[in-house]
């Protein structure tokens, strides 16, 4: 009997750009063709914000997230992974980062994702903009406590990563208050985002999304999809998309996808770039299973090993 091997492909959120991280992709043959292709539909020069645009820029929501999902597919291109085709494969991404993934599950076309990660980020860019919020990290701490100072000041866990790592948010004087009477054995680190997302001040732009919804006609997962809602696997199309369309103003359960990947029996995770953040979380969440975060086109060789040996269809169908 073979032992069952899983891959999941990872795709990062907002909040993982740099400056310049495309630069050593732009040699790569298509990859360039690819970021042309879609800056239309992206509505900035995916090339130009991802090479030699300044950190302030990409920072704009309107831009950053575009270019995180562009970069993100353009990298499952390359690996020959958009769609996935057959195998053992999981596919699963941080807030805009789930757009990619649904795209890499082969529910949306990379076309669709595009014009679809562009009116979230515009509408979100907008609703950040009516009213001054953001988002703090709130590390180590016990979680009930910590939890319970989040609601204590009116904010919400916006994103709960994983043990030891919530993200609160809220308004900038609910933010203040927070800071100035922290939970016990927490650490705070203010954000530099513009706005507090997957939160309640998010919910015109969730209007905005399902409007932009309604002209795609999704298909269903042709990999393990995990859901940012609640870490299930998803295996509609249609409720996928639908899925997408609340957790602009919901919650990330970022834990919980790494919970439901563990149950899954993944044994690698690949994270896409600009990657990092989701390979250091799964680093002790998920023990044991191999890391590869794919940072520049160096690290695609392991990507492709890992792809070919935990990827794989076990002989026989024999598990």
Same mark, same amino acid.
């Given at each position: 009997?073979?032992?069952?091997?899983m891959?999941?492909?990872?795709?990062?959120?907002q909040?993982?750009?740099a400056?310049?991280?495309?630069?050593?992709?732009l040699?790569?043959?298509g990859?360039?063709g690819?970021?042309?292709a879609?800056?239309?539909?992206?509505?900035?020069?995916?090339? %130009?914000?991802?090479t030699? $645009? /300044? =950190?302030?820029?990409i920072?704009d929501? *309107?831009? +950053?997230?575009?270019?995180?999902?562009? #970069?993100?597919?353009?990298?499952?291109w390359?690996?020959?992974?958009?769609?996935?085709?057959?195998?053992e494969?999981?596919?699963?991404?941080?807030?805009?980062?789930?757009?990619a993934?649904g795209?890499?599950?082969?529910v949306?076309t990379?076309?669709?994702?595009?014009?679809l990660?562009?009116?979230?980020?515009?509408?979100?860019?907008k609703?950040?903009?009516?009213?001054?919020?953001?988002?703090?990290?709130v590390?180590?701490g016990?979680?009930?406590?910590?939890?319970?100072?989040i609601?204590?000041?009116?904010?919400?866990?916006?994103n709960?990563?994983?043990a030891?790592q919530?993200?609160?948010a809220?308004?900038?004087?609910?933010?203040e208050?927070?800071a100035?009477?922290p939970?016990?054995?927490a650490?705070l %680190?203010?954000?530099?985002? $513009? /706005? =507090?997302?997957?939160?309640r001040?998010? *919910?015109? +732009?969730?209007?905005?999304l399902?409007a #932009?919804?309604?002209?795609v006609?999704?298909?269903?997962?042709?990999?393990?999809?995990?859901?940012?809602?609640?870490?299930e696997?998803?295996?509609?199309?249609?409720?996928?998309?639908?899925?997408?369309?609340?957790?602009?103003?919901?919650p990330?359960?970022?834990d919980?996808?790494?919970q439901?990947?563990?149950?899954?029996?993944?044994?690698a995770?690949?994270?896409?770039?600009?990657?990092?953040?989701?390979?250091g979380?799964?680093r002790r969440?998920?023990?044991?299973?191999q890391?590869?975060?794919?940072k520049?086109?160096?690290d695609?060789?392991?990507?492709?090993?890992?792809?070919a040996?935990?990827?794989?269809?076990?002989?026989?169908?024999?598990e």
């Amino acid at each position: 009997m073979q032992a069952r091997t899983m891959l999941l492909l990872a795709a990062p959120g907002q909040g993982a750009q740099a400056a310049g991280f495309l630069a050593p992709w732009l040699e790569l043959p298509g990859f360039a063709g690819q970021l042309g292709a879609w800056s239309e539909l992206a509505g900035c020069d995916l090339i %130009r914000c991802g090479t030699t $645009a /300044g =950190a302030d820029e990409i920072r704009d929501t *309107a831009i +950053a997230q575009p270019l995180l999902v562009a #970069a993100a597919m353009a990298t499952a291109w390359q690996l020959g992974c958009l769609p996935v085709q057959a195998g053992e494969l999981a596919a699963a991404g941080h807030s805009v980062g789930e757009l990619a993934a649904g795209a890499i599950a082969g529910v949306l076309t990379p076309e669709d994702a595009m014009r679809l990660v562009r009116v979230r980020a515009q509408a979100m860019a907008k609703a950040a903009a009516a009213e001054p919020t953001s988002m703090t990290a709130v590390l180590g701490g016990d979680e009930a406590v910590v939890l319970a100072a989040i609601a204590a000041h009116g904010l919400t866990p916006a994103n709960v990563n994983a043990a030891g790592q919530i993200v609160a948010a809220g308004t900038v004087a609910q933010l203040e208050a927070f800071a100035a009477d922290p939970p016990a054995g927490a650490r705070l %680190r203010p954000l530099s985002v $513009a /706005g =507090a997302f997957h939160t309640r001040h998010m *919910a015109p +732009a969730v209007d905005a999304l399902r409007a #932009a919804a309604a002209d795609v006609s999704p298909a269903d997962p042709g990999c393990a999809l995990l859901s940012d809602r609640d870490g299930e696997v998803v295996g509609s199309g249609t409720g996928w998309l639908e899925r997408i369309v609340t957790q602009v103003s919901a919650p990330v359960r970022w834990d919980k996808c790494m919970q439901t990947a563990t149950g899954l029996g993944v044994t690698a995770l690949v994270e896409l770039p600009p990657a990092g953040t989701l390979a250091g979380l799964a680093r002790r969440a998920m023990p044991g299973v191999q890391l590869i975060a794919v940072k520049t086109p160096d690290d695609l060789d392991a990507a492709r090993s890992a792809l070919a040996e935990h990827g794989r269809r076990p002989a026989g169908g024999d598990e």
